[in-house]
């Protein structure tokens, strides 16, 4: 089988920087994502010590004398799929309160401890929480990023791209996921990814919360895949099934926290009242979204409403990833009011916002636009530019901060 390609990692600086001040970082995100290669690399030019409770032995050490355990600890240590013994947070609190030297312990987890609100006050003050995700195709490509930058700058210069077609289908379908990229055709890509969420269903989300019906995952999980980029609607997930609205709630929370769901919520305004309230649905990765809805690179360009919704969250996705190479913290919304007037895209710097419109297809007209103009009058001088993205070839301004550019641009500047 062929070994996944070693790529740099946007996040790698920031992780270097927080072990400098901080005692403790926590590296999370789904698993197989490549979070125990990145704390390997920047943890071996430290001496760091590794360890993963994923090993029965290991676990079982940690669990039966969470505090015996920490203290047999070598001064700098990876503690890789934490999740699996949270009754070491305590342990690692009280270790630290006694020597709060920075980096002592690197965590990596598969679990969003942020939605685990006892596990991280436990260690709040005293660590750092890094995201990561599957591979942006930035990284991929080996490229830095400079989108974001002039995002905020309005500083999109006239330059023509080749228009990415087929390829664009075929990134969307391919995902992110080292181990799924490593596999030679897209037909083994695919069995990765169904293979993948069976595993973590079976194992990762049963341990994480009883589910009545474990076997009714997959199903909503393909069916939060065709949902991809719309307003979560749980009265249409949870029709389906024999269950109450709670429990499909539930259990979406329970996907979010193993990152194969992401929930983008609604950016709102004191100035204007009439906004949906509502989060929008994401998959954590089109890749796996695709293998759920069984679609390869020719269904898909041939599902236009399908491509439409993938390349929104491919977007998403794409553009999360590339924000951990920034200095300040990007926060994503999306726009809609009670007229039908949105934008897929909300991001926020500080107090500096932009709006994001994502096409699939290869024109853009002034009626394109229409969101990111009522966005601009709403946040008033925090408006730093709009744009559409599209798969076309040139980047053209559409007004005052407004510009076409297209999707090519994020990787291949």
Wanted: proline letters at 5%; charged letters at 25%.
């Amino acid at each position: 089988m062929a070994r996944p390609k070693l790529h740099p990692r946007l996040a790698a600086p920031r992780l270097a920087e927080a072990l400098g001040d901080s005692p403790v970082v926590l590296v999370h995100g789904p698993r197989q994502c490549g979070k125990t290669t990145l704390a390997q690399v920047v943890g071996r030019r430290r001496r760091y010590a590794y360890f993963t409770f994923d090993d029965d032995v290991q676990r079982a050490a940690a669990e039966a004398d969470p505090v015996g355990y920490v203290a047999r600890l070598p001064g700098r240590a990876i503690l890789d799929e934490i999740q699996r013994v949270p009754r070491l947070f305590l342990a690692l609190k009280a270790a630290v309160d006694r020597d709060r030297a920075p980096g002592r312990f690197l965590l990596t987890g598969s679990s969003n401890v942020l939605l685990l609100p006892t596990l991280a006050d436990s260690l709040a003050g005293r660590i750092q929480i890094l995201r990561l995700d599957p591979l942006a195709q930035i990284e991929l490509e080996h490229r830095k990023p400079w989108f974001l930058h002039s995002l905020f700058d309005a500083d999109f210069r006239a330059h023509r791209s080749e228009r990415l077609g087929d390829d664009l289908v075929a990134r969307v379908v391919a995902g992110g996921y080292p181990a799924a990229l490593a596999r030679r055709t897209a037909g083994r890509r695919a069995a990765w990814y169904r293979d993948y969420v069976e595993t973590l269903v079976q194992r990762d989300v049963r341990e994480l919360g009883r589910i009545a019906a474990l076997d009714a995952l997959p199903r909503l999980l393909s069916l939060a895949a065709g949902q991809t980029a719309r307003l979560l609607n749980v009265s249409e997930l949870a029709a389906p099934f024999h269950v109450s609205r709670p429990t499909i709630r539930e259990y979406v929370t329970l996907l979010r926290r193993v990152f194969l769901v992401d929930e983008l919520p609604p950016w709102h305004s004191n100035r204007l009242s009439r906004l949906v309230k509502t989060p929008k649905l994401h998959m954590g990765d089109t890749g796996v979204a695709c293998a759920l809805l069984g679609v390869d690179a020719k269904a898909l360009r041939e599902d236009r409403g399908t491509l439409g919704q993938l390349v929104e969250t491919f977007i998403l996705q794409e553009l999360r990833r590339q924000a951990l190479a920034l200095d300040h913290d990007v926060r994503f919304h999306h726009y809609r009011d009670r007229d039908g007037l949105e934008v897929d895209l909300v991001l926020e710097r500080g107090r500096d916002l932009a709006g994001i419109e994502v096409k699939a297809g290869a024109t853009v007209t002034a009626a394109d636009f229409s969101g990111l103009r009522r966005l601009a009058g709403v946040a008033g001088k925090a408006f730093c530019a709009g744009v559409v993205l599209y798969d076309g070839e040139s980047c053209v301004g559409f007004g005052e901060r407004l510009f076409a550019l297209p999707i090519r641009r994020l990787w291949d500047a």
